[in-house]
């Protein structure tokens, strides 16, 4: 007996001191990095997966995943591009650069040639300069005018003075919209309490409630949810059906697949939350991770009018929305991007903000941690001034869930300090991403929003939530996050029918 015991403490030790060892599914070398009295590090790094990093919050590793195919590169402390990054922890050996087809110059590098980074950036790298070919034309200001066409630039549209324009605020909110998110989040995010301790739907000047743009995607949404949402005048758009992994499948994905992924997920919108198909407009790609031009010609084709897939560089002033017709100024964070001319078609860029580290974020929750109430404020307020105090590019409020439920509640609170100090300027009002589009296309001074359809609340036509909405149940799923040895169930409310079985991208509208 005594044996017996000594063998299975051994076995615990080893256990203990194995370094891929996980605690509430986190590593133990993370743990150590992030501990205050031991590494005291901002970030740790993931030994096994080289996509993933950890940001170290009072002393505790919140996991995070590098969008696209880029590679977490410690010595940055932050993700960089697959060919250039350095990660020694995970063994990390960057794929070659393939060659030029024919030997280049001495003075042209294969590399710079190979980066899609460097594709029509009026710098030919290539020695055939391939890289330059049949990319969009730089910008000509006379032959690009609105309503169809904006340049990609910090001007504001219709040559309009700062003094003279709103300040635009979008709030985007990424992932499934689940029950538990729309009755304790977007609750107290959209509406506020009023002098009788009840809540109220946030204003703007003009006294149309605050509205934001769902970008949802289709595991563990509630489909009721979606519909009443839509209902109060907020906008959908779709964020694909799957959100598979790994990152680089939705820039290898045929045309087919991705249409089966975006349209699909649209019409999920339309079956089961009573949405009209011409009112779901834009489109966010999966992990922010496209197939450029190729990707821009297929959501266009498929009707989309807007996208919001690509992240800025370090731009001062921040860039306004623009359309495909003519090269952007952008940048290219996760390549490739879209490098041919596509008319009618909108990008409303991420526009980067700068988070307490002086690091890049394109969501909320993917900038450094805040540590208390008045950090998240710090965060909030340098970010919007940036916007306010320059040339009032419209201001994306990029959230998920995780901001709030990773941080205990003064993230919240924060937000809604913020969103009281910004309510008091008479110039600042928030719409969806395509109200915002709308004004891009008919600029119009602030004195004159009220004769603006962009600032229009009437939502008399869109069908409220029913009374009763069926619960839906299905058992033994596989799919991500799920598998066949690890099955589990799906669940959510639609005021239709129930589907025979689980929607999928093969099978949208759950058909026997």
Same mark, same amino acid.
């Given at each position: 007996?005594?044996?017996?015991?000594?063998?299975?403490?051994?076995?615990?030790?080893?256990?203990?001191?194995?370094?891929?060892?996980?605690?509430?599914?986190?590593?133990?070398?993370?743990?150590?990095?992030?501990?205050?009295?031991?590494?005291?590090?901002?970030?740790?790094?993931?030994?096994?997966?080289?996509?993933?990093?950890?940001?170290?919050?009072?002393?505790?590793?919140?996991?995070?995943?590098?969008?696209?195919?880029?590679?977490?590169?410690?010595?940055?402390?932050?993700?960089?591009?697959?060919?250039?990054?350095?990660?020694?922890?995970?063994?990390?050996?960057?794929?070659?650069?393939?060659?030029?087809?024919?030997?280049?110059?001495?003075?042209?590098?294969?590399?710079?040639?190979?980066?899609?980074?460097?594709?029509?950036?009026?710098?030919?790298?290539?020695?055939?300069?391939?890289?330059?070919?049949?990319?969009?034309?730089?910008?000509?200001?006379?032959?690009?005018?609105?309503?169809?066409?904006?340049?990609?630039?910090?001007?504001?549209?219709?040559? &309009? +003075?700062?003094?003279?324009?709103?300040?635009?605020?979008? #709030?985007?909110? =990424? %992932?499934?919209?689940?029950?538990?998110? $729309?009755?304790?989040?977007?609750?107290?995010?959209?509406?506020?309490?009023?002098?009788?301790?009840?809540?109220?739907?946030?204003?703007?000047?003009?006294?149309?409630?605050?509205?934001?743009?769902?970008?949802?995607?289709?595991?563990?949404?509630?489909?009721?949810?979606?519909?009443?949402?839509?209902?109060?005048?907020?906008?959908?758009?779709?964020?694909?059906?799957?959100?598979?992994?790994?990152?680089?499948?939705?820039?290898?994905?045929?045309?087919?697949?991705?249409?089966?992924?975006?349209?699909?997920?649209?019409?999920?919108?339309?079956?089961?939350?009573?949405?009209?198909?011409?009112?779901?407009?834009?489109?966010?790609?999966?992990? &922010? +991770?496209?197939?450029?031009?190729?990707?821009?010609?297929? #959501?266009?084709? =498929? %009707?989309?009018?807007?996208?919001?897939? $690509?992240?800025?560089?370090?731009?001062?002033?921040?860039?306004?929305?623009?359309?495909?017709?003519?090269?952007?100024?952008?940048?290219?964070?996760?390549?490739?991007?879209?490098?041919?001319?596509?008319?009618?078609?909108?990008?409303?860029?991420?526009?980067?903000?700068?988070?307490?580290?002086?690091?890049?974020?394109?969501?909320?929750?993917?900038?450094?941690?805040?540590?208390?109430?008045?950090?998240?404020?710090?965060?909030?307020?340098?970010?919007?001034?940036?916007?306010?105090?320059?040339?009032?590019?419209?201001?994306?409020?990029?959230?998920?869930?995780?901001?709030?439920?990773?941080?205990?509640?003064?993230?919240?609170?924060?937000?809604? +300090?913020?969103?009281?100090?910004?309510?008091?300027?008479?110039?600042?009002?928030?719409?969806?991403?395509?109200?915002?589009?709308?004004?891009?296309?008919?600029?119009?001074?602030?004195?004159?929003?009220?004769?603006?359809?962009?600032?229009?609340?009437?939502?008399?036509?869109?069908?409220?939530?029913?009374?009763?909405?069926?619960?839906?149940?299905?058992?033994?799923?596989?799919?991500?996050?799920?598998?066949?040895?690890?099955?589990?169930?799906?669940?959510?409310?639609?005021?239709?029918?129930?589907?025979?079985?689980?929607?999928?991208?093969?099978?949208?509208?759950?058909?026997?």
């Amino acid at each position: 007996m005594k044996v017996l015991i000594i063998a299975l403490c051994a076995l615990v030790y080893m256990a203990a001191a194995s370094p891929l060892e996980k605690r509430l599914g986190v590593p133990v070398q993370a743990e150590d990095d992030c501990n205050p009295k031991i590494g005291a590090k901002n970030f740790s790094t993931d030994a096994t997966d080289c996509q993933v990093f950890y940001i170290c919050d009072h002393g505790w590793p919140k996991i995070r995943r590098c969008p696209g195919d880029t590679i977490w590169t410690p010595a940055l402390e932050r993700c960089t591009d697959k060919y250039f990054a350095v990660n020694d922890e995970c063994r990390y050996e960057a794929p070659p650069t393939p060659a030029p087809v024919t030997l280049a110059p001495e003075d042209l590098d294969p590399a710079a040639c190979y980066d899609p980074r460097n594709m029509c950036n009026g710098v030919i790298d290539c020695n055939n300069g391939e890289d330059e070919e049949g990319c969009a034309p730089i910008c000509d200001p006379n032959a690009c005018r609105l309503p169809d066409c904006k340049c990609s630039s910090p001007d504001a549209p219709g040559n &309009l +003075q700062i003094n003279e324009i709103p300040q635009l605020v979008m #709030i985007g909110w =990424d %992932g499934a919209l689940r029950v538990e998110d $729309y009755n304790h989040l977007l609750q107290q995010i959209l509406k506020k309490v009023n002098a009788q301790r009840q809540r109220e739907p946030r204003t703007n000047p003009n006294g149309c409630p605050l509205t934001a743009t769902f970008f949802t995607s289709h595991q563990f949404t509630d489909y009721a949810a979606v519909q009443s949402m839509y209902a109060e005048g907020n906008e959908i758009a779709s964020f694909s059906i799957t959100k598979q992994l790994p990152s680089e499948y939705w820039a290898q994905a045929s045309d087919a697949e991705l249409s089966a992924e975006y349209a699909g997920q649209r019409a999920m919108f339309r079956r089961f939350s009573g949405i009209p198909a011409s009112a779901i407009k834009g489109v966010r790609s999966a992990y &922010l +991770q496209t197939k450029g031009s190729d990707f821009v010609n297929l #959501i266009k084709d =498929d %009707g989309f009018t807007w996208d919001s897939s $690509y992240p800025t560089d370090k731009i001062d002033p921040p860039l306004w929305p623009y359309t495909f017709d003519y090269q952007s100024t952008g940048g290219c964070a996760i390549p490739p991007c879209p490098t041919s001319s596509i008319s009618q078609m909108w990008e409303v860029p991420l526009v980067d903000w700068f988070d307490t580290n002086d690091t890049l974020c394109a969501n909320v929750d993917s900038c450094y941690y805040p540590n208390d109430k008045a950090e998240a404020l710090q965060l909030l307020r340098t970010n919007f001034d940036r916007h306010y105090k320059t040339n009032k590019a419209p201001f994306p409020i990029n959230l998920r869930a995780r901001w709030f439920l990773n941080n205990g509640y003064y993230n919240m609170e924060a937000l809604q +300090q913020f969103l009281d100090e910004i309510q008091e300027n008479p110039d600042v009002y928030f719409v969806t991403y395509s109200q915002l589009i709308e004004y891009m296309k008919n600029p119009v001074k602030l004195s004159d929003v009220g004769r603006s359809d962009a600032f229009k609340c009437d939502f008399a036509d869109r069908t409220p939530l029913c009374a009763h909405p069926n619960l839906c149940g299905y058992f033994n799923i596989s799919y991500a996050p799920n598998d066949e040895e690890h099955q589990g169930d799906r669940f959510f409310q639609t005021c239709v029918e129930c589907p025979a079985v689980y929607p999928w991208v093969d099978n949208p509208l759950g058909e026997a």
